[in-house]
């Protein structure tokens, strides 16, 4: 999906100004639809800044033996490696939208009308790959965010209750509670699935707007505990990291902010 996206952003010649332009001169542009601009704004903040799904990392490090300070570099390096894949293809989206819908007046409605974007850019090959990425996508990311939630959650009933940790000996696979979290997480994409249910694309709009209701809970806590020297020690935040999560608290009351404003 990645190549397909990329290489179609590519091949139709992203215009780097206006990408330039856009991310300087920040700007949101008038309501267009059922949905205000605001919560699409607020929805791509939330969908990146304010996911749940960030608190997963420390698991997945502790799965790959990455733990201590002598693995901070390489955390430091997987995860800037995840957020530049994320701006590639934000931006090969983008320059789709840009370059290929928005002058013919096309919009995309389903997973199908993004596949024959592609075909009709590079032809069979770009369709086929893409439809393999959202394949390959889907079911990787369940399964990740599975495991991944049901380690979070569970290891957060074990701070709470540290008795019910001692119970399972801390192994959070022995839990019953870890399987009912794997079993809501793996079924309920499936229920969103049915036909009587919302569309995704609102669905997910709206899901990932009101999770930047969480977000300044999330930075706050995440300030307050990086800068913890019986913690951390030497490793409490700089005071440029420190300026960079309060720009980030900012952006997050701002967000909250106007949303809720443009709910009511």
């Not at 993004?114 to 393999?132: D, R, S």
């Not at 930075?219 to 005071?239: A, F, P, Q, R």
């Amino acid at each position: 999906m990645v190549v397909s996206l990329v290489g179609s952003a590519i091949w139709v010649g992203p215009d780097v100004p206006a990408i330039v332009k856009g991310t300087v001169a920040f700007s949101i542009p008038d309501n267009v639809g059922g949905v205000d601009t605001i919560v699409f704004v607020v929805s791509l903040i939330g969908a990146v800044a304010g996911s749940l799904s960030n608190l997963i990392y420390p698991y997945l490090f502790k799965q790959k033996g990455w733990v201590g300070p002598s693995y901070l570099k390489l955390q430091r390096y997987d995860l800037l490696f995840g957020v530049l894949m994320i701006i590639i293809i934000d931006l090969a989206v983008w320059t789709l939208g840009a370059e290929i819908l928005n002058p013919q007046g096309l919009t995309i409605s389903s997973v199908a009308d993004m596949a024959q974007m592609l075909t009709t850019t590079l032809g069979a090959l770009g369709g086929i790959l893409f439809y393999v990425g959202v394949f390959v996508a889907c079911f990787s990311t369940v399964i990740g965010y599975a495991l991944g939630f049901g380690n979070l959650f569970v290891d957060a009933i074990y701070t709470t209750f540290p008795e019910r940790g001692k119970k399972y000996n801390e192994e959070f696979n022995k839990d019953p509670l870890f399987k009912f979290t794997l079993l809501i997480t793996v079924v309920l994409p499936i229920i969103w699935a049915l036909p009587s249910m919302p569309g995704f694309i609102y669905l997910t709009i709206l899901v990932n707007a009101w999770q930047i209701l969480l977000l300044p809970i999330v930075s706050i806590g995440l300030l307050i505990l990086t800068n913890h020297k019986e913690l951390l020690g030497k490793y409490v935040n700089k005071w440029w990291e420190n300026v960079l999560l309060l720009i980030l608290i900012g952006l997050t009351l701002w967000s909250t902010w106007h949303l809720i404003n443009s709910l009511f």
